[in-house]
């Protein structure tokens, strides 16, 4: 079972970027799905969630308005659209899966993809 997040690179301040992450190795359609990114020298830190269904989403204060999470239950997959990107967003994003929706916004993930790094300069 693996998760891999793509999409990342360099934006400049105020730009837009669209993270993906798709799964293999078994369907994660009924799971919970989030993001969480990490700064350098910093804690890692929750971003966004999504209930298996897409019907109820969840935002850090820090990107709400900005960031918008999706999934695509038919292709394993699940977004997140980053618009108005600061340089404060500069870090290595991870996607997550897990059976419900708390643990993933928690960080208790049972599943965690390999990164991928968002760089906004200003």
């Known amino acids: 079972v693996q998760l891999q997040a793509y999409g990342g690179g360099l934006v400049q301040a105020g730009g837009s970027l669209r993270l993906s992450c798709a799964a293999s190795?078994?369907?994660?359609?009924?799971?919970?799905k989030g993001w969480f990114r990490q700064a350098p020298g910093k804690e890692r830190e929750f971003v966004a969630a999504?209930?298996?269904?897409?019907?109820?989403?969840y935002y850090a204060d820090s990107v709400k308005g900005r960031f918008t999470i999706s999934r695509d239950n038919a292709k394993n997959s699940v977004y997140l659209q980053m618009n108005s990107l600061k340089p404060e967003d500069t870090a290595v994003y991870y996607c997550?899966?897990?059976?419900?929706?708390?643990?993933?916004?928690?960080?208790?993930?049972?599943?965690w993809g390999q990164g991928t790094l968002v760089t906004v300069s200003s």
């Open positions: 999504i209930t298996w269904s897409g019907g109820s989403t």
């Open positions: 190795g078994r369907s994660f359609s009924d799971y919970a």
């Open positions: 997550a899966a897990d059976a419900l929706v708390r643990t993933v916004v928690a960080g208790l993930s049972t599943s």
